[in-house]
């Protein structure tokens, strides 16, 4: 392991969206100069049963990279990415949990990153 990957590594930290009210969650990492977002997991739940396949979106910047279908009636969804995904440098990552369709049930997500 590279000293620059261990220090990502190091500097890793969970961020969770608010959570929503049948609505879309997002976590999202801001643009920022110079810095550069990975996503090493992610992990997506609601407040109830939610009987449908809903959508878990991976964007870079605006663009949707990676959707994954996901029936929570199976449980959460938790997807270690085996490695850390990534946008350019000075692009905004976010991932969408996609609205539970019934009124009081509340959905989040979260992801484990590590900027650098």
Not at 17 to 22: E, K, L, R, V
Not at 60 to 78: I, L, N, S, Y
Not at 90 to 100: D, K, Q, R, T
Not at 102 to 113: D, L, P, S
């Amino acid at each position: 392991m590279s000293a620059i990957q261990a220090q990502a590594l190091l500097n890793g930290k969970p961020v969770q969206s608010a959570t929503a009210d049948n609505a879309t969650a997002t976590v999202t990492l801001a643009a920022s100069d110079g810095t550069r977002h990975f996503i090493g997991s992610i992990e997506a739940d609601y407040s109830a049963a939610v009987a449908l396949i809903k959508t878990i979106t991976l964007k870079f910047g605006t663009t949707a990279v990676f959707v994954w279908r996901w029936d929570f009636a199976k449980g959460p969804f938790a997807r270690g990415l085996g490695f850390a995904v990534h946008g350019t440098y000075g692009e905004a990552v976010s991932v969408e949990l996609e609205a539970s369709g019934t009124g009081g049930t509340t959905g989040r997500v979260g992801v484990f990153t590590m900027s650098g």
